[in-house]
């Protein structure tokens, strides 16, 4: 099994849906991340926490709002989606305590918003 | 603010040596990393650097150069399979108001020719 899990992996979704993408984590890490990827734009930061108290916006964190419910998981809400919030979105964690821009993503999350 | 810079695209032929290079601007860096991500799939760590000089680690060597703000990822003996993306990312030092969260460039994707 993977360390860490994202659901789902692929959804299609309408313009005006709210959507949530959950991520796991069995590696024990203190940090995770929420980033998107689109083509030519690598990866984007959305939010960050580095303990369920402390979540942090990232460089485009408007129209994405996150929750940290436990330190195993953190999940990235879209409450009304748009179609340009198509794109894979990756969850990864790091440990803190050692180096923290080790990152360990989860496999991907493919979302269109038609 | 943080700047990284590296080529989109490069290619390569197979058993030769390629150096992909990245220069990033920074308010303040605690090191430097490397991923390799393959099409459709979630990155990975390569390599890490925080001192000046040559990291090596089989087929791959990172260089990283402080004060010119330069790093460069070293693939030798070039297989088909490192066709991927190589994303350099930057660490911000601590305080620097970007403390925790790694910087991405754009990724440079290298294929490999037979």
């Known amino acids: 099994d993977a360390d860490v899990t994202q659901t789902p992996r692929n959804r299609i979704t309408k313009t005006g849906k709210r959507i949530m993408l959950e991520c796991s984590q069995t590696k024990g890490h203190d940090r995770m991340y929420w980033y998107r990827q689109d083509p030519g734009l690598g990866l984007r930061l959305i939010y960050y926490?580095?303990?369920?108290?402390?979540?942090n916006k990232g460089e485009i964190s408007d129209g994405y709002s996150v929750s940290r419910q436990a330190q195993a998981k953190f999940s990235l809400s879209l409450e009304s989606a748009i179609p340009n919030q198509t794109a894979l979105y990756f969850c990864?964690?790091?440990?803190?305590?050692?180096?923290?821009?080790?990152?360990?993503f989860g496999e991907g999350s493919r979302l269109t918003v038609l | 603010g943080q700047n990284i810079d590296q080529p989109t695209e490069m290619t390569a032929t197979e058993g030769a040596i390629v150096q992909i290079n990245c220069t990033y601007q920074t308010s303040g860096f605690n090191g430097l990393f490397w991923y390799q991500q393959h099409a459709g799939e979630a990155p990975t760590f390569l390599s890490y650097n925080v001192l000046d000089g040559l990291e090596e680690k089989g087929r791959f060597s990172s260089f990283l150069s402080r004060s010119k703000g330069y790093s460069y990822l070293l693939l030798k003996e070039l297989q088909m399979k490192d066709s991927a993306s190589y994303l350099c990312a930057v660490y911000p030092l601590a305080g620097s108001g970007n403390t925790g969260k790694l910087i991405f460039g754009q990724g440079t994707t290298l294929q490999v020719k037979p």
């Open positions: 926490s580095f303990d369920v108290k402390d979540i």
């Open positions: 990864a964690t790091s440990d803190g305590r050692r180096r923290g821009g080790e990152l360990f």
